[in-house]
Each structure stands twice: as C-alpha cells, then as structure tokens.
C-alpha cells in the first residue's frame, strides 16, 4: 500500500527536518563539494563502510588521485594500496573503472543524468541518484540507509509492524521521498535527511531492521573477507609474496588464504606471480 501524504503532513515532516539539521548539522571534507569525481569517491567509500572510517582514507585518496584523470592513469597496485583499510576491495576497481569510462568516453566529463551515470562501472542506482545530487543539484529520489530509517520510523507504525511482522519495502519507501524532496534544494535535504537518520539510530532501536532490504553483516573474523584483505594488503605493500608469508604475517590459516586468492585471481585483481603473488597488471 501506497501512502499519500497531505499537503500539512510533508511541511510538518519537511520543518522537522530542516530545523534538526541547522541544530545538528555534520560536517564532512566531500559535503558542499559539487565535483562529481569527489562526490563519486566518497559514495563509493561510503558504501558498507562507517564514516569515521572513511574521513581519514577519503582524504589520503585526494591527495594521492586529485581528479578522475589521475586515478584513470594509475596502476592497480597504487590504487588498492589506497584502498585498503576500507574493505570491499572491488570498490576500488570499480571506481577506477568509472573513472577511465569518464575520461574515454564522455570526454572526461562526468554525466548529469542518472540513466548514464549508471552505464559507469559499478555503480547501481543509489550510487547514480546520489551523485546526480549532490554533484549536480537534480532532485533525484534515492534510499540509502540513513534515510530508510527516517521514513520508517515516522510514517510505518511500530504497532502495525509489530503485530503483523510486516517488513517495509523500499518500493513502498521510495513514494514518501519523491511527496517530501525539496526539489529547491536536494542536495541539502539529503544530507539533512542523512543526518537526522543518523542521529535516530542513537536513540532508538535501528528502524531499518525492519526493512525489507535489512541484512546483518557478517562476521568479519576468520571470514573469507578477512583473507582477501590481508592478501590484498601485503601485496599492496610489497611487489609479490607466497601465501605461506602472507599466513605468517596475518596469522590467517593456509586454506582461508588459498579459497581467497583463488577468487581475487578470477576477479582479476591479484595474478600469480612465480611461487606467489602479486596485484594484476
């Protein structure tokens, strides 16, 4: 079921989150940046990974690739070397990727429209309406978390949910967000939106547990993920290494270490090197 909002409903909802926000704004090196290369990077950071997290990389990743341009022309091993510490490795590729397809084919212009900006290598339509807005201005509709949490918590009864175990889909989330958008100033909304759904999490209990398209991370200790960062880790810091060196330096089991490389080596970010290994070419 679709909600419809009332004219008084969205001004309510609206004043309540402007008001939030110029208490309680975030302030954060990417935001009121209108470069779509700086608004790509920290998407691409931000995505599985928490924020105080990404600040420190986000900011040692500028000054190493300034421009789509440089990251485009660097090898793949500066680039994971980078990359580490944020995990989801592929990431990296996959801006890199982007960023060689800008500057090849668009003329080193980056796309306004979310329809192109997801013919870009590995960005999704979160990513696309993201960078859409924030880069651009467009009055994009788009979900992450942050802002799941926010249109759950006010407008889905905990009572309703409750009682039927019902869980909240995007599709039925993603209405209330094309009735509410500033259109005169989307991308200050979002960070507001962004901020408030932040600062709900501490207080209650996470309302995009009750989402349709909620999943727990999994463990990261003794998982497969572990193993491929330490092996992506190493190599990155050294031109090629055995998996009985990289075991000795992370303390991580053979097996782990061999299911890991097997799948970095089909995903073409490690290749074998000898004996060992070392970051694709």
């Given at each position: 079921?679709?909600?419809t909002l009332l004219p008084d409903e969205i001004i309510s909802f609206q004043n309540e989150i402007?008001?939030?926000y110029r208490e309680h704004k975030r302030d954060f090196a990417w935001r009121g940046i209108?470069?779509?290369?700086?608004?790509l990077v920290s998407e691409m950071m931000l995505q599985q990974t928490q924020t105080l997290r990404v600040?420190?990389?986000?900011?040692?990743?500028?000054?190493?690739?300034?421009?789509?341009?440089?990251?485009?022309?660097?090898?793949?091993?500066?680039?994971?070397?980078?990359?580490?510490?944020?995990?989801?490795?592929?990431?990296?590729?996959f801006l890199q990727k982007a960023c060689k397809a800008v500057c090849d084919d668009?003329?080193?212009?980056?796309?306004?429209?979310v329809e192109e900006l997801q013919s870009l290598s590995g960005i999704g339509p979160y990513t696309a309406g993201a960078v859409s807005t924030f880069a651009f201005n467009q009055p994009n509709?788009?979900?992450?978390?942050?802002?799941?949490?926010?249109?759950?918590?006010?407008?889905?009864?905990?009572?309703?949910?409750?009682?039927?175990?019902?869980?909240?889909?995007d599709t039925e989330i993603a209405p209330l967000v094309e009735q509410t958008l500033d259109r005169t100033n989307p991308r200050e909304w979002y960070y507001a939106l962004m901020d408030y759904g932040a600062d709900l999490k501490k207080k209650v209990t996470n309302p995009?547990?009750?989402s349709r398209q909620y999943t727990r991370q999994?463990?990261?200790?003794?998982?497969?993920?572990?193993?491929?960062?330490?092996?992506?880790?190493?190599?990155a810091k050294n031109p090629s290494a055995t998996l009985n060196q990289i075991s000795l330096y992370e303390k991580i089991d053979i097996a782990r270490l061999e299911r890991a490389a097997d799948k970095l080596v089909a995903e073409n970010l490690i290749a074998v090197s000898g004996g060992g290994y070392r970051i694709a070419d």
């Open positions: 079921m679709i909600l402007w008001a939030f209108s470069d779509p290369y700086t608004v600040v420190p990389k986000f900011e040692e990743w500028m000054a190493a690739f300034p421009t789509a341009q440089a990251l485009a022309d660097a090898p793949l091993s500066e680039v994971l070397s980078h990359w580490v510490g944020l995990g989801y490795n592929r990431r990296a590729v668009f003329g080193g212009v980056f796309p306004r429209s509709v788009f979900i992450e978390t942050n802002i799941r949490s926010v249109f759950i918590h006010t407008f889905f009864s905990d009572t309703a949910l409750t009682d039927t175990g019902k869980k909240i889909d995009s547990r009750k999994s463990r990261f200790e003794g998982s497969l993920r572990q193993a491929r960062g330490a092996i992506l880790r190493c190599l």
